[in-house]
């Protein structure tokens, strides 16, 4: 038994890994796909890039691990069922439940892995993740000198470059327009040859051979007008910009901790608690505001109470006013019933926002235990899946892990869209997709318990010929 375990130790452990970090590169790639507009541009080091698809690969192993244990527990019972070591295992006397043991004691290792993972790791990784993201996209485009194309990052100024050298650093043909002058009119500086050069906070253009074109209002009459016009001629300056802005600051993570994803599961019921008083102390901040308004008629200016007693109006209430106030009492209950109306659409729209944080909070806190759970649904798929239809490699075990990996993801992210709008229980959001296809994994684990032929293309084949030749009988008798 002992060889039998290393055997599929060894069968299963090798494709894990492989899928695991295929998965992994092709989710990044997703990524980059996804933020290429926020990173490319901006001048960043590579290490940031680095960093933050560092972060970004945490959040995506809740994908990357479930559909590789899938695929990974249908190559290893698919390639043992296709070299027939399965056979010769069961003909030693070993059922397939005893088999799979090996591997589903490994599989619940990493099940309690991933928990603590989620519940630990995850949501610090997500707290570096946006906050590093938010510094990604709030940081101004870095000063990127083109060919031919004037640039105005760089406020107050407007640069134009005709060729650039090899180096990066050498320039030809500059042109400059400044717009810094309280006056309105741009000074032009044009130069045949600089070079570049930068730190933190500026970046220094030594031009060489070059004229600067100053206009300036001189003397000024509503007769004469006159303008003045300089221009010099250099030989080498400096020109200094101010690129300070363009640095990126980093922001304090502290901001970012109370959100939903970046907290585990003490701080998910902290926060369940904390939103559940703010909503109960809501509702009674808006019974009391809204019979307020009703109790309004039992007071009187000098904030003195007074007790109205009940009359009873026949015909139109307007006509027991006197007629000069009729006017300003109907204005004056249209702006009550106004105010009335906005502060209750003011609540409603509150009232459902803290409801759907509440579900979300709910919601995550379901999903720390999806994760594990998921690893085990989805080895009890893709093991007796791979035992029936004994095929290996990278083929039809590729194809039948994404079609039910497919499906599972579909019922989640329905499911829990379905919890966020308050369709569903938060409850069944995460857990829907799981309670669905247990039955299914139930169902292949006993058809390739009794080797049934279950997606065997000759047993089909042969099922379809009999129909055919079942409903050629009845002529054939006829005739």
Sequence with gaps: MKKIHLLLLKAFIRPFFVTFFIVMFILLMFFLFKYVDDLIGKGFEWYVILELMYYASAANVSMALPLSILLSSIMTFGTLGENYELVAIKSAGVSLQKAMMPLLVLIVFIAIGSFLFSDVMLPKANLKFGSLLWDIRNKKLSFLIKEGVFNSSIPGYSIRVDKKGEDGVSLEGVMIYDHTSN????????????????????????????????????????????????????KETDQKFDISSFKMNRTDEQGFRNNTQMLNLKGLVKK?????????????????????????????????????????????????????????????????????????????????????????????????????????????????????????????????????????????????????????????GPWLAIIILSPVGAFLTYKATVDSALFDVNAIKQLVMGLFKSKKQPSDKKA
């Design 183 to 234: 006056n309105g009119i741009a000074k032009i500086i044009i130069a045949k040859e600089g070079k570049m050069a930068s730190d933190d906070k500026h970046l220094l253009l030594k031009l060489k051979n070059g004229v600067r074109y100053e206009e300036s209002s001189g003397e000024n009459s509503s007769y004469n007008p006159r303008q003045r016009f300089t221009r010099m001629r250099f």
């Design 272 to 428: 369940q608690d904390s939103l559940t008083k703010e909503l109960d102390s809501l509702n009674k901040f808006s019974s009391m505001t809204l019979s307020s308004y009703f109790k309004q008629n039992n007071y009187v200016k000098g904030y003195t109470k007074v007790n109205v007693p009940e009359k009873i109006i026949k015909g139109s209430v307007l006509s027991v006013l006197p007629v000069g106030d009729r006017l300003r009492s109907i204005q004056s209950a249209l702006d009550q019933s106004n105010s009335v109306k906005q502060t209750v659409s003011g609540r409603l729209s509150d009232h459902a926002d803290r409801i759907r944080n509440l579900i979300k909070v709910e919601i995550e806190y379901q999903k720390k235990f999806t994760l594990a759970a998921s690893c085990l649904l989805l080895f009890f798929l893709g093991a007796p899946l791979g035992a029936i239809i004994r095929k290996g490699g990278l083929g039809l075990p590729v194809v039948m892990a994404i079609i039910f990996f497919l499906i599972y993801h579909i019922i989640a992210t329905v499911a829990e869209k379905s919890a966020i709008t308050g369709s569903l229980a938060p409850f069944f």
